[in-house]
C-alpha cells in the first residue's frame, strides 16, 4: 500500500508491519513517485498517525511531517 502524509505527499510504500510492546509499526520503503529514498517508521496510530486506510485505492493517509536535514 502507498503511504501519503495529510498533504497528499507520496511517503513511500508499506515494506511491513511489526510489533512494539506499546503499538505496531508502519515500515515505510521508498518507492518510485516518492518523495525521498528514506525509510521511514511510523507508528500504527489509527486515529493519530494513522488518519484514513482506503484498501480499494490501496493508500494509508498518515499525519506524519516530512524530516528535515
Known amino acids: 500500500m502507498k503511504v501519503e502524509n495529510l ?3 507520496e511517503l513511500g510504500q508499506v515494506s511491513h ?3 512494539t510492546g506499546a503499538n505496531d509499526v508502519l515500515v515505510v520503503k521508498a518507492c ?3 518523495i525521498d529514498k528514506r525509510e521511514r517508521l511510523i507508528p500504527y496510530l ?3 498517525t494513522v488518519t484514513r486506510v482506503d484498501l480499494e485505492e490501496a493508500l494509508i493517509e498518515v ?3 516530512l ?3
Open 7 to 9: 498533504e497528499g505527499v
Open 17 to 19: 508491519l511489526f510489533e
Open 32 to 34: 518510485e513517485g516518492s
Open 46 to 48: 489509527p486515529g493519530a
Open 63 to 65: 499525519d506524519w511531517f
Open 67 to 69: 524530516d528535515e536535514d
